[in-house]
Structure formats: C-alpha cells, structure tokens
C-alpha cells in the first residue's frame, strides 16, 4: 500500500476494503494461487463480482476484460521461453495472471509463481509510480505482458530461419524436421491464442478506465502499448504463414526426391532388364545360333555389355541416373 506516493509498511491484507476508502491511498494485492474461499471473502469486501471471482481461480481461461460498475475484471498470458534438454529449439509455456482493477486499487491473482511480479512493480515506478495511480500500475502489468509475447515470438522467429537452412539440406534427418515444424506450430497457435485478444484488452482499459481524468497522460503510454500489440500480432501472422510456406515446401521437396528415386530406379530397371533379356533367349531349350560353341557366349556377352552401355550413356545425358 502507498499513501502520498510512500510505501506503507502496516499493510494487513484484513483491512485492505478500509485502505481502499483513503483518498490518498494506492492498494495493490497479490494473491498466489489463492483458494476459492479466500478470494470470494475478499470479493465479498471489496464487492466483486462473482463470476469475475470464479474465473480467476478457474483451470483455464480465455483472455479478455469484462466492465463492471465498480471495477474492471481481466484475464491476460504472459510467456516464458523454456529451454529443453537436448533439443536446441526451446518450448513456450503459458503464466496466467488475473487482475480485478479498482478505483484506487489493483487486485492480482496468479496461479503458479512463475511470474515475476517485480518486474510490474519497476516499470510502474518507471513511469511516476503512485503519481498516475492505478491506471499506471495496470500499464505497468500489461507492459510486461505483452514484452514477454514479444520475446516468445522472436524466439519462434529464430527456430523458423533454422527450420528454414534445414529445410534444403538433404542430410537433415526428416523426422526431426517434422517433429521440429509440428512443435512451432503448436507453439504459434497456443501463442496467437493469447496474443491477438490483447488488442482488444488494451484498448478497453484505456478507453474505459475509472477516473480516466486523472491519468490522461498515459495515453501516449497506452498508444505506444497498443502499438506493440498490433506489433506482434501482425509478426504472429507473418510467422504463420511462413511456417505453412515451410510445410508446403518440405511436401513438395518430398515429392520431387521421391521422383528422383522412382526416375532412377527406373532407368537401372530399364539397363538390367538388357541381360535379362538377352540370357533368357540364349536358355532357350532349343537350338539357335552359336548354340553349344564359344561364339554365341561371346556374341550374347557383348551384346549384353553394349546395349547397357548405349542405355546407360542415354540416360546420364537425360539426367536419370
């Protein structure tokens, strides 16, 4: 809690609905992984709405921000780079953080500790701290959101130009490109799902913030924070139709050496069906010339050797072998 911009050492959390009647005073609560109990008590208080209530504490959760007529509810994703062991492409996981936003107070919930919530707190000292009040601590919130989004992208950005060297390279194991491709894929996908409804999250606090008066100049802030938005989900479309141009290439490199294989293996059918030929005629149970003297072993051996040398010349110059 601040009061008059100070940090306040005597919070207790049982009082924070008689902190939030203060005039002078900024609350920001952090609930990690609370249990529904707790926070319906703490709705209760604050007079929250239940449905709100239920959200935050629920598996899993769309983003997005619903106004009520006495605070602002939202759901947003923050994004951490994950480095598996052995696999030089890293793995994107989901940090879920929900917030009921007040007149003078920010209330946080998260499930996992994984986030780190200092992170908030600097960036909205950065900016005036309890000067612009919560509409700050909020900017504060989503501006390390939508940051990590734009590292998770820039990560998938750097696997796909490696995706795309490996792409052409004939030694590259093709079980691992594809296992990589579908991995990117996925990652795309679960990251496009959190990032595109941020626009819609941005603005609405903006434009719908209660006491918008008394921080008007954080709308270039707020501006400059949608602009990132559209930033990455623009990028997030981008890499979207990249990794669809990789998969549809790689089908039609597979399609091109299996030709290849099926042109060649055709064209060492076509020479070795030359002795086969020639030697079936010459074990014919009959008589035929050069039958049962050295001639016709000769003749048939260098029939058999020119015609597949004539056939092997022609096809080298065909590019079939």
């Known amino acids: 809690m601040w009061r008059a911009g100070k940090l306040q050492a005597d919070f207790e959390f049982d009082k924070i609905s008689d902190y939030l009647a203060e005039d002078d005073a ?112 909020v900017h504060g919130l989503l501006d390390v959101v939508v940051d990590s989004h734009f590292a998770a992208v820039e990560a998938l950005d750097d696997c796909i130009e490696a995706i795309e060297d490996d792409l052409f390279d004939n030694n590259s194991p093709r079980g691992s490109f594809q296992r990589r491709t579908f991995s990117l894929r996925r990652d795309l996908v679960n990251l496009r799902r959190i990032a ?26 707020y501006a400059d924070l949608y602009d990132h938005v559209l930033r990455v989900s623009e990028w997030t479309e981008s890499l979207r139709d990249m990794i669809a141009t990789i998969f549809e290439t790689n089908v039609s490199l597979q399609d091109a050496r299996l030709n290849a294989v099926m042109k060649k293996l055709t064209g060492w059918a076509a020479i070795i069906a030359v002795p086969t030929a020639i030697t079936g005629f010459y074990g014919q149970n009959v008589p035929y010339p050069g039958f049962g003297n050295i001639a016709g072993f000769v003749t048939s051996t260098s029939v058999i050797a020119i015609l597949m040398a004539v056939l092997y010349v022609m096809f080298r110059r065909r590019d079939w072998l």
């Not at 449905?51 to 629920?58: I, K, P």
């Not at 941005?202 to 008007?216: I, K, P, T, Y």
């Open 26 to 137: 900024l609350v920001w609560a952090d609930l990690c992984d609370p249990d529904y109990d707790t926070l319906s008590d703490l709705a209760h208080k604050l007079h929250l709405n239940s449905w709100a209530v239920e959200d935050a504490v629920a598996a899993a959760e769309r983003v997005k921000t619903t106004a009520y007529p006495t605070h602002t509810f939202l759901t947003v994703y923050a994004v951490d780079i994950v480095a598996q062991s052995g696999d030089p492409q890293p793995m994107l996981a989901m940090r879920r953080i929900s917030a009921f936003v007040l007149a003078q107070g920010l209330i946080t919930v998260r499930l996992t500790s994984d986030f780190d919530i200092s992170e908030v707190t600097r960036r909205w000292q950065a900016i005036g701290g309890q000067q612009y009040g919560v509409a700050a601590l």
């Open 196 to 221: 595109l409804p941020m626009r819609e999250v941005v603005n609405s606090l903006q434009h719908h913030r209660l006491h918008a008066e008394a921080a008007r100049e954080l709308d270039p802030l």
